[in-house]
């Protein structure tokens, strides 16, 4: 049997990773179109501020190690289902038994002319690799981030630790789409007291990038002009679907797989970023672009190949900030009666629909996410632990005394 | 395989097994230098209040196989010893991300400035059933401190046949806490699973 992986991210990883440890004598065939190893984009911002290669998390040596033919620097062009044939950049044509599709996401503007260049990105590796050599070039002393999403944030600490005088523009919010109005506040506070300017509303909202051949400056809605010696944007993540236009491969913002994460093709499963599944606590369809996501569907897509038949119970909506210094984690919904917890620093909300937990958001203490979190998967009845969930000292032993931690099992 | 039990129904609450782990991972490993020192020695094990006025429960890493934090680490800083049996952070991999403790249901991972880690950076924290004194063929920190047996460090079979019915629940806990995951169950774990199951048929006796 033979399996070629398209994507060589946590998802692509992963597949290739299960796929060997049950069955030796699989051959693997997993193709990057960055001129890397196979690497882990969390552990980026680390590497460029530290020079430690905590990217590069399986080793560099993952493809020899485990027999998996790897090849670099290969953009993958065309699928062709009928004939279970891909195409390469370079013309060369491989066939498979299996496919995974696992070339995750990246970079997506819809602010006019953001194809210019001059406009960087921190969405991988090669895009994190051409941003730091402007930035050590030594010609750039100011940065304007467009975009205060979970990756704008980032990059603005990353930047800021770099010396760098940075200037993000937000349109509505700090991540909006992860946090509330208030912890939003909260972090927007904690990114100005590390010195990031943030700049709200008209006069933030970038519509397009001015300039001839290369981007100069950011426009606003309201026509202003801002610039900076380094541009940067961050507005959000797009699927990286393009190469399966023509291929019958049914997609829409992500690529659609049913519950084994099989495509619409018996033979082409899909894992990570690229993926459009369904959140496991409201059933819609979405993508939720983060690492355990990747992790689960590319060891399942692995598993399902080998015919094990297992179902996938739905992707979460969890992330975290990191560099902050201070710790921020967000999970699941933000709707239904909320409790605050705001002391000593630290400010915690829950979120409590039909007496079960729905969503999370803790910032400066986050101790107990991780029994919050385990409470909103599992959909348990939480009402014995009700009063107590605002308590600040909650912990373990409220799961314990009430047995509710029967239902709570990893997973 | 050796490992630590725990009787939740004889925790007094004393929190002498807190002080006894800050100390075991602390720089002098003396109660009285280890108050002084920098970066601040911290417990891997939580005693923290419950529903009832008396209520306590040691709380600390079970090491699960297989292991949700391990699997969410996105720079493979979390790793399970080559025996199999204890799930270990390295800290000098560790880049503060807070991914493990979103997944730890029985949320023991905490965040400190560490020793164990390059710069002395925060990172991520848990019990790591004292490895190096077992090296040394001691038990650990927290079980030799006990002095009501709510902590116990032996053979899972031989603790197994010894204990008490109360033990039912914590052995049924790591029993339901693996039953979900389709593979790789270890010996260890089939161990406390075929206890756990045949105990409480007998309690129902
Ligand atoms: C800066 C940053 C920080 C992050 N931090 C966190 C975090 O703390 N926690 C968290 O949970 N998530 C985090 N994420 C998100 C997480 O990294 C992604 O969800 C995860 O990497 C998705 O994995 P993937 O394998 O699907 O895709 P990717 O990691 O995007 O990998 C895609 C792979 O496909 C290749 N590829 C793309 N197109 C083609 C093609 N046509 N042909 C061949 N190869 C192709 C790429 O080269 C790459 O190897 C972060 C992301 C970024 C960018
Ligand atoms: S830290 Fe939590 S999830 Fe990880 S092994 Fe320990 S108890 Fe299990
Ligand atoms: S906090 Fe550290 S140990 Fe935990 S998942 Fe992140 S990198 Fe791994």
Redesign the pocket.
Known sequence: MKTII???????VKAAETLREEDKKHEIIM????PYP?Y???A??QYFLTGEALHYWRGQDFPELNNIDYRQG????SVSPDMNEIELESGEKLTYDYLVI????RLYTPVEGSDKKGIHN???LKAGDELLAKVRSGEVSSALIVGAG??GV?VALMLKKMELDVTMLVRSRVMRSMLDPETSTFVQCILEDREVKILRGDDADAVAFPGDNAARAVQMKSGKELTADLLVAATGLKP?IE?LSGSGIETDWGVFVDQYLCTNMPNIYA????TETFDRLTGERYSH??????ITQ?NLAGLNILGYGLVYDGSENM??M?HLDVPVIAAGLMEGEEIRLHRNGSLRKLWVKDNKLVGCRLAGDITGAGIFINLIKRGVDISPIRDNLSEPNFCYTHIHDTALMDNVIPS | MKTVFVQPDRCVGCKQCEVACAVEHSQSKNLYQAVFESPKPKPRIFVGPGIYLNSSFPNKCRHCNPAPCMAVC?TSAIKRTEDNEIVLIDGDKCIN?A?CAMVCPFDVIRYYNSIEAIRKRVVALKCDHCVARQQDGLEPACVEVCKVSALLFGDINELAQKASSKLARIVSEIDTAVSKEPLHLPDHLEAWRSWGKSASKLAKK
């Open positions: 398209i994507g060589a991210g946590p998802a692509g193709l990057s179109s960055e196979p882990s984009p969390p980026m911002v290969c953009h993958v062009v696992a070339a995750g996401s921190f969405k991988s979970f990756i980032e990286n190469f894992a990570g970023d690229i672009a983060n690492y355990p996501n990747a590319g992330n975290s990191k | 996105p991300c991914m």
